[in-house]
Each structure stands twice: as structure tokens, then as C-alpha cells.
């Protein structure tokens, strides 16, 4: 007796149910899209185009289908999970807030293959079409509860309602902002950097200032010494590091004013700083370190252990502590480097797919 696939069924009376005049015009704009890089063989059959028209056109009915695998946060670890598990020929969704601390990148100088940098904006726009060209489906919207039933996962948003097998947790963090006017604009214009390891070579040579709090913010001036002999440690509430740090940014010759910050602003391409002593002081570019506020709370709300800044705690899987809910990202890591968080989207993508029942194709 012949038996087939759940998925196979599915799209036979798909196929008719749509017809297949619609799959042929999917067919044609695939191709269309990708004609330089398919050969002479048909890589799209009737079932790939129909999943790609269903995804496309009719993501809440896709979704209704149940999910392989959906993704919780759309920046470049969430997107690059995606596309893998797609390349598996898995069903998978990413529910994305549209708000990745990627999009806010001018450009990306150390993220390889980008040999004249890319904005951030535009490397997630080339992950989202990458994706859709292998079904994956992309919809807004944010979830605010995580539940398990049985062996799969129910993620609630505000209207709709997710379910799937395995969850990815992209979910990054959220930098706490620093005291200054226009900020997006700074940001925009290179004034206000977060990430020394992403961008200090383009502070090269500058004066920069760093705005923080004891240990960490005198590892990131000490860090950024590298590239610059200007650096200057300033504090909002004249908080001191521990004394082998002290010492460590005298004998680097880093500034360190008594006075705290009263107000910052930027005007012309420089950043102005006003002491609560009443000296003014100009800088090329200021790194805050402010702390940030990891976004973990639907993980943990299930159980999932996590550390003293709530980054949770993963296997070499990228599997947190509750089966079958991983994490990738900025949620699980203190280097906060895209290319860190795409290796994770590799690794944990890869055991999702060898871990769900086998997708033979018949």
C-alpha cells in the first residue's frame, strides 16, 4: 500500500485547491529572481512553489499548519537560523518587533565579506530576502508569552497565536541610553558608538570619551586605548573602579575628570560635555556604558536558567536548560558581535533539524 507524507497529502489537495496555473506563475517569478544562479535542472517542483505561494500569501494559514520551528526576534542570528532550517526543508516563521540593535548600525566595518562595510538596515534587508526566496516566513509582531503544551510551544502575541515544535530565542537586548538630545542622530552620524570591538578602528586617532560605571567602563577605555592616545573616563554619578584598574588607567595615560557630567550634547560633528565643575570638554565620539537589559523573560518564565545579567545559559547546542527551546544571540552572549550571533544561528539550527522527526523526501 502506498503511503505518504502529512505535507505531501497536503499539497496534493493544495494544488488543486489553488490550481496549478498559480504555481506555474510562482514557478516563473522564482526563476525570474534567481536566474543567475539555477542551472538547467528545475529546482523549484510543484510542492517547493507551493509552499513558497502559501508563505508568501497566506502566512496565517502556513502557520496553521504547525511549524517545524518558529524564531522569536528577526535580526541577523534570528534571520540566519531561518534561512538554514528553510535549506533543511523545514517549516519555520520568524515573529519579528523590527527593532534589532542591527538596524541601528550606519555601517559595519568587521562583519566579513562586506569589504566596504554595510549598514546594518541593509544587511538585514539582504537576510529577509534572502529568506523569503526559501519560503521562510516573515511576519511583525512581538510575543508576549511563551508556553509549553505537551511536547510543542504556544507563542502568544497580542492577536495571534504561534505553535510549533522548537523555538529559537533571538530576542538580543536593549542598550540603556545615555543622557543625550537626538540621539537616533548621533547614533546615525558615528558620534555615539556602543561596541568597541565592532567599530573602535574607526575611532582611530580620535578623542573619545567613554560614560560609565567602575570596572566595566575602564575595560572599555583601557580597550579602546588601542586605537587612540585621547581617551576619558567620565562617570554621571562619580563612581570609582576598583584600584588595580585605577592604576592600570594612569599608567595608560587615560583622563579621568573628579567632576561628574551635568549635560551632553552634540552640535557640528563633535560631542560636547559640560562637568558639574563648569569645564567644557569636546570629543570626536563617545562609547556609553550604561548596562543594558537582556530580553530573556520568555525563556525564563519556562525555567530556563540564565546567569546574573539574565543571559541565559545554553549547551554547545545552543539548547537552554528547557528541552527544545534554543537561544542565539545577544540573549546568550557578552560579545555582542553579529558574526558570533550567526554562528550561533548555525549551530543551533543545524540540531533542531536533526533532532525533529526525518523529512524524507518522497
Known amino acids: 500500500m502506498l503511503t505518504i507524507s502529512p505535507s505531501t497529502a497536503i499539497g496534493i489537495a493544495s494544488l488543486k485547491l489553488i490550481g496549478t496555473g498559480q504555481i506555474k506563475r510562482v514557478r516563473a517569478s522564482l526563476r525570474a529572481e534567481n536566474a543567475q544562479q539555477l542551472d538547467s535542472q528545475d529546482t523549484y517542483g510543484p510542492l517547493m512553489c507551493l509552499r513558497l505561494f502559501l508563505r508568501r500569501n497566506y502566512s496565517s494559514f502556513w502557520v496553521r499548519l504547525g511549524m517545524d520551528c518558529i524564531i522569536i526576534g528577526g535580526g541577523p542570528a534570528g534571520l ?27 555601517t559595519t566595518h568587521n562583519y566579513p565579506g562586506f569589504a566596504n562595510g554595510v549598514r546594518g538596515q541593509r544587511l538585514l534587508e539582504l537576510l529577509r530576502e534572502q529568506g523569503r526566496n526559501y ?8 510575543i508576549e508569552r511563551l ?3 505537551g511536547e510543542r510551544f504556544v507563542a502568544e502575541g497580542a492577536d495571534r497565536v504561534f505553535e510549533a515544535a522548537k523555538v529559537v530565542l533571538a530576542t538580543g537586548l536593549i542598550d540603556r541610553k545615555p543622557p543625550i538630545p537626538r540621539l537616533p542622530d548621533a547614533i546615525a552620524q558615528g558620534l555615539v558608538r556602543y561596541c568597541p570591538v565592532c567599530d573602535g578602528f574607526e575611532a582611530s586617532d580620535q578623542r573619545i570619551a567613554v560614560l560609565g560605571h567602575g570596572n566595566d567602563a575602564s575595560g572599555k577605555a583601557l580597550f579602546l586605548r588601542t586605537y587612540s592616545r585621547s581617551v576619558t573616563l567620565l562617570t554621571l554619578d562619580g563612581s570609582k573602579p576598583e584600584q588595580k584598574s585605577c592604576a592600570e588607567l594612569e599608567n595608560a595615560g587615560i583622563a579621568r575628570p573628579l567632576a561628574i557630567v551635568a549635560a551632553i550634547d552634540h552640535a557640528h560633528g563633535k560631542v560636547n560635555v559640560t562637568l558639574t565643575d563648569g569645564e567644557r570638554l569636546t570629543f570626536d565620539t563617545l562609547y556609553p556604558v550604561l548596562g543594558c537589559d537582556v ?6 518564565s519556562l525555567g530556563a536558567e540564565h546567569n546574573e545579567e539574565d543571559c541565559l ?3 554547545k547546542h545552543q539548547q537552554t536548560s528547557v528541552v527544545g527551546l534554543y537561544a542565539i544571540g545577544d540573549v546568550v552572549s557578552d560579545l555582542h558581535q553579529i558574526a558570533v550571533g ?4 548555525a549551530v543551533a539550527a543545524t540540531h533542531i533539524h536533526t533532532e525533529l522527526p526525518r523529512n524524507l523526501k518522497f
Request: glycine share 12%; aromatic share 4%.
Open 295 to 300: 530580553r530573556s523573560t520568555l525563556a525564563t
Open 342 to 345: 550567526t554562528g550561533h544561528a
Open 80 to 106: 540566519t537560523a531561518a534561512i538554514y532550517l528553510a535549506r533543511f526543508n523545514r517549516r519555520v516563521t520568524v515573529i519579528d518587533g523590527g527593532d534589532s540593535r542591527a538596524r541601528l548600525i550606519p
Open 147 to 149: 508556553k509549553q503544551d
Open 135 to 142: 519560503g521562510v516566513g516573515l511576519i511583525e509582531g512581538r
Open 313 to 315: 545559559m545554553v549547551d
